[in-house]
């Protein structure tokens, strides 16, 4: 089991910017491939981003491509999510999850077989 934590969700105005963070206990996420998932009230769960371990493939939802930039940050050990040019339907609760297989194929429809934290919440107010 890895117990993932998000940080960096808040309320911020349209055409703003946030940076989410994820980390966890020591240097294990530097192992893992991470995906960010997000969860909208009355909205299907969507995966965001997502960053494969070893070679740090980049994988983006049409949604935020262009927007949101995913990274490593190595030397404190976590996975942020730069969200740029954020709109109100950016709105959700956000989630990093491990990701067992690299990012490769359907990385976005893998929620239920990874470990995820318990969210952080982000609000674009219009």
């Known amino acids: 089991q890895v117990h993932l934590v998000e940080s960096g969700g808040d309320l911020v105005q349209s055409g703003g910017s946030l940076r989410l963070s994820c980390a966890a206990s020591?240097?294990?996420?530097?192992?893992?491939?991470i995906a960010w998932f997000r969860q909208a009230p009355g909205k299907e769960r969507e995966g965001v981003s997502c960053?494969?371990?070893?070679?740090?493939?980049?994988y983006y939802a049409d949604s935020v491509k262009g927007r949101f930039t995913i990274s490593r940050d190595n030397e404190a050990h976590t996975v942020n999510l730069q969200m740029n040019s954020l709109k109100p339907e950016d709105t959700a609760v956000y989630y990093c999850?491990?990701?067992?297989?690299?990012?490769?194929?359907?990385?976005?429809?893998?929620?239920?077989?990874?470990?995820r934290g318990q969210g952080t919440q982000v609000t674009v107010s219009s």
């Open positions: 999850t491990t990701d067992f297989y690299g990012c490769a194929g359907t990385w976005y429809g893998r929620w239920d077989k990874n470990y």
């Open positions: 020591g240097s294990i996420l530097d192992y893992y491939s």
């Open positions: 960053i494969a371990s070893g070679d740090g493939r980049t």
